[in-house]
């Protein structure tokens, strides 16, 4: 993500605004379709209230700019709350679907915005453990990613 502004701060916030934006309208697409139509309509401050964790890489400052890539991954209860309020009728049943693979260390450290929305396992110097949506998991298939189903 990439933003000016009048300084470095404003732009950093301006990048973190639009990323977490970005990742909640990714999320909302892979995860409840049925909500995408929420993506823009969203305060920022909701959104927030419903981020897990996140990590920032690659970050880079000037005078007046900011760029960095942005990692986010959503509380899945604070999400399915939210939509509940928002009348839609989204359960949980979805991570009973969650499939289960096994990748190597390094090929996570360099496709891990890829993987931003799978719980880890178990994370460990030989092997890491994700359960991962369907669609990910599709994804991968198509992929040149080496990966091993569980």
């Known amino acids: 993500m990439k933003c000016e502004g009048k300084d470095a701060l404003s732009a950093k916030q301006q990048a973190m605004a639009r990323a977490e934006r970005l990742a909640f309208s990714k999320m909302l697409d892979a995860e409840f379709p049925e909500?995408?139509?929420?993506?823009?309509?969203?305060?920022?401050?909701?959104?927030?209230?419903?981020?897990?964790?996140?990590?920032?890489?690659?970050?880079?400052?000037?005078?007046?700019?900011?760029?960095?890539?942005?990692?986010?991954?959503?509380?899945?209860?604070?999400?399915?709350?939210?939509?509940?309020?928002?009348?839609?009728?989204?359960?949980?049943n979805s991570a009973q679907n969650y499939k289960t693979i096994a990748i190597f260390p390094s090929t996570y450290r360099k496709y891990r915005s890829l993987f931003s929305q799978a719980k880890i396992v178990l994370f460990s110097a030989k092997k890491i453990v994700l359960e991962i949506s369907p669609k990910l998991l599709d994804d991968l298939k198509r992929s040149q990613i080496v990966f091993a189903e569980i």
């Not at 909701?46 to 760029?67: C, F, H, L, Q, R």
Request: aromatic share 14%; glycine share 4%; charged share 30%.
């Open 35 to 92: 909500a995408s139509f929420l993506k823009n309509k969203v305060r920022l401050t909701d959104i927030a209230s419903m981020i897990y964790d996140y990590s920032i890489n690659k970050e880079k400052v000037s005078a007046k700019g900011y760029t960095a890539k942005f990692s986010y991954r959503f509380s899945r209860p604070k999400v399915l709350s939210f939509l509940r309020k928002c009348g839609i009728n989204a359960s949980d």
